[in-house]
């Protein structure tokens, strides 16, 4: 809809990516737009009578903005909406990681499987480069240690030294005399796992590019340098973050963030009846995800320095009434969140004291 012909403002749907040209038409001719939330349309346009085309949907958004107080959106800036695309783009690489990991290890399964036993992470680099040279045991017999040696340090991306080239030597040539492969040297398996290999190699080394370009881009904002200060959150989960909540400044209030993460709790009630209560996980599930490693992450590294995350985790566990893990760290995020967003509005870094951390638990909470 485009209201006021001298200062027009569209509004409509969102609608994932097809609804992002739209998006850049607005932002290029500086026009005020508000990009709806689909499920608040959806409540505010209801009928009993359902007829859904093009033209109705327009029609539909028309009569909804003129009775509604839409809030118009406000474009991120360019560096956040950068470390979005880029998170987002990381998320699909490191899952196209997963799936071929798991392809190729299917695969070694037939060819050479005792080859695994070379290394305590089997998609390292050097790993990924010994299997593509030695995908079946017959490529490893029929070859001297010393040309093995020479082969692992001249044709691996990582430089051996002659002792560490001729320690795995020796040992590929024991794995070779033990194989038994269901399949022959040159049966498809064995193409099958190199083919998984190179694509291994070259997804390892577009994470690492990712890696770098966020933490480049997220380097000069103030809020990545915040929420690395709070233990538990390295400089790759700050960037992603950052790019997955954007300017947390642009919230009112610590409610409001958790509202856009999704953990805000949805209650119902009705009569005598009260349901449990559970978060709505209408936000943002790359963010909601993201947060919980986060809070998985620093209870795992709680050694390494004192963390008031942590502290509440635990009293929630001590209660009378022990919460359940789930339970206990969606609250931690709901801290987390509120303890950022403090930290970022005051634009200083986390502190630990153990009078603050216990003056903030309580049962309650």
Known sequence: MIKQANDPVVYFEATGIYSQPLVRFCQDHQLR??????????????????????????????????????????PWRPEYEQLRQLNRFYQQVMNDIKLTR????????????????????????????????????DFVRHISRTCLKNKLMNETDKKLSKAKGLKYAEKLIGYAKDSYP????????VQ??????RQLIGLTKQEDILREQMNTTAEPLAQFQIYQSMPGIGALSAAQLVGEIGDILRFDNANQVNAYVGIDLNRYQSGKYQRQDHINKRGNPHARALL???VKNMIRQQAAAPNHIVDY??????????KRDKVAIVACMNKTLKCLYAMVMAGTKYRYRYTDSKSTISPES
């Open 313 to 322: 985790y635990y009293q929630l566990k001590k209660q009378p009434i022990p």
């Open 33 to 74: 737009y508000g990009r709806l939330n689909p499920l608040e349309l959806h409540l505010h346009s209801e009928t009993l009578r359902r007829v859904k085309t093009d033209q109705k949907d327009a029609h539909r958004i028309a009569l909804s903005v003129m009775h509604h107080q839409y809030r118009l959106t406000t």
């Open 102 to 137: 798991l392809k190729l290890y299917t695969a070694l399964q037939q060819t050479f499987p005792e080859v695994e036993k070379l290394f305590s992470s089997r998609v390292s680099k050097l790993a990924l480069n010994v299997i593509l040279l030695f995908p079946h045991p």
């Open 192 to 197: 099958e796992v190199q083919y998984y290999c």
């Open 292 to 294: 919980y490693l986060i």
């Open 182 to 189: 269901a399949a022959d040297s040159d049966s498809i398996q």
